[in-house]
């Protein structure tokens, strides 16, 4: 799903604008049991709440697509055969109204995760008519129906006792302990809505934490391995480059790196093209090659991000790179660079010791106060 696509369902959980009907789940313990079912209708509910209710749903669908959203693909076997696809299946053809698939899909849930406090998972289903779109904007006559699921899983935080004021008779009231909705930890919508038209290959996985992957989860609920979280792809593109590259892992090197990639950021944001940009393993090659690295070296730097990545995997840029930081880190220096002015830094050895230089053309400031270089006139 391109960012388009997520807009157009995030504009349609409104009361006025979804046919959620209604939200079902179940509220668990701590102690990982389920001690209550939830049927919250939608339609015909106080407004106040329902708005509230689709709100933190909505949020399901947040975040950064690479990050917080990732894309779960299923292959043509496990749609064919697999219990997870079926049962996600059966969930979504049903419209939730099957209280067998939605208990089995519970108990998977509560199987796959261990959060300290209590929880709550949600469960919406969506129908939504697609219109195709003239040139004009003008929309004609639906195209697709597009049937969906989308899961949250939202913490509940209890509150201690309070005061509240009151202007009616202005005075302060108790205002008693009560368990609220968080914003969801995880969740997912299935199928994908790709090319505005149903997907039932593809789920979209999401996380509030960009640290976290939720293995377990995702093993019960998708049979897939969760996607690796961008620290640790960052971590393993790191480590491919330092063991690999060793005595050529300079300064230039890096900062080539760091150039490449982000230039290719600039020009996919120029472009406007909808699609995401993705890194592979034939684009980290192209661009180690431009950096003077040899063929054998980059071979097996694309081997080790085969192994950790997982092979044909494909990585979104600022997973690995921030294109807006460049850093230089010792161990009690720390050194930022606009990244536009990379070439202010270089790096030398004299007389045996390691320097980092950096070529001053304006003002230096030593907490905030200019000072006069020595030898400056």
Do not use: W
Request: net charge negative; with cysteine; glycine share 4%.
């Amino acid at each position: 799903m391109i960012e388009r696509e997520f807009r157009e369902i995030k504009r349609r959980f409104r009361p006025e604008k979804s046919n959620i009907s209604k939200i079902v789940g179940c509220f668990v313990n701590s102690n990982k049991q389920i001690i209550a079912k939830i049927e919250q209708p939608i339609q015909f509910s106080d407004s106040v709440v329902s708005e509230k209710l689709l709100n933190v749903m909505k949020k399901t669908l947040s975040g950064g697509i690479g990050t917080n959203l990732c894309e779960i693909a299923f292959s043509t076997k496990q749609v064919a055969e697999s219990e997870e696809h079926h049962l996600l299946m059966k969930l979504r053809d049903s419209e939730l109204k099957d209280t067998d698939a939605t208990s089995l899909f519970y108990s998977k849930v509560v199987e796959s995760l261990g959060f300290d406090g209590n929880y709550v998972i949600l469960l919406a289903n969506d129908i939504y008519d697609v219109f195709e779109r003239k040139n004009d904007g003008e929309e004609t006559s639906s195209s697709e129906r597009f049937s969906y699921i989308i899961c949250s899983v939202c913490p509940v935080k209890n509150t201690p006792e309070a005061l509240t004021f009151k202007e009616a008779d202005s005075l302060f009231h108790t205002l008693d302990a009560s368990a609220l909705l968080a914003s969801p930890e995880l969740g997912f919508m299935f199928p994908a809505f790709d090319d505005r038209k149903t997907n039932i290959y593809s789920a979209i996985y999401y996380k509030r934490s960009i640290s976290e992957s939720y293995p377990e989860f995702c093993d019960n609920v998708f049979g897939k391995e969760a996607p690796m979280p961008p620290k640790a792809q960052k971590a393993a593109f790191n480590e491919a480059l330092s063991e690999v590259l060793s005595e050529e892992c300079s300064f230039d090197v890096i900062s080539s790196v760091h150039t490449q990639i982000s230039e290719m950021v600039e020009a996919h944001k120029e472009s406007k093209n909808p699609e995401p940009l993705t890194i592979t393993k034939a684009t980290i090659k192209t661009v180690l090659e431009g950096c003077g690295i040899g063929e054998e070296k980059v071979e097996k730097i694309g081997a080790i991000l085969d192994e950790s990545l997982g092979t044909n995997a494909e990585i979104t840029p600022k997973n690995i790179i921030n294109t807006n930081k460049f850093e230089l880190s010792l161990p009690d220096v720390t050194i930022k660079v606009n990244p536009d002015r990379r070439e202010l830094v270089s790096t030398q050895v004299i007389n045996g010791v390691k320097y980092i230089l950096i070529r001053a053309e304006e003002g230096v400031e030593v907490n905030g106060i200019n000072i006069v270089m020595d030898g400056e006139k």
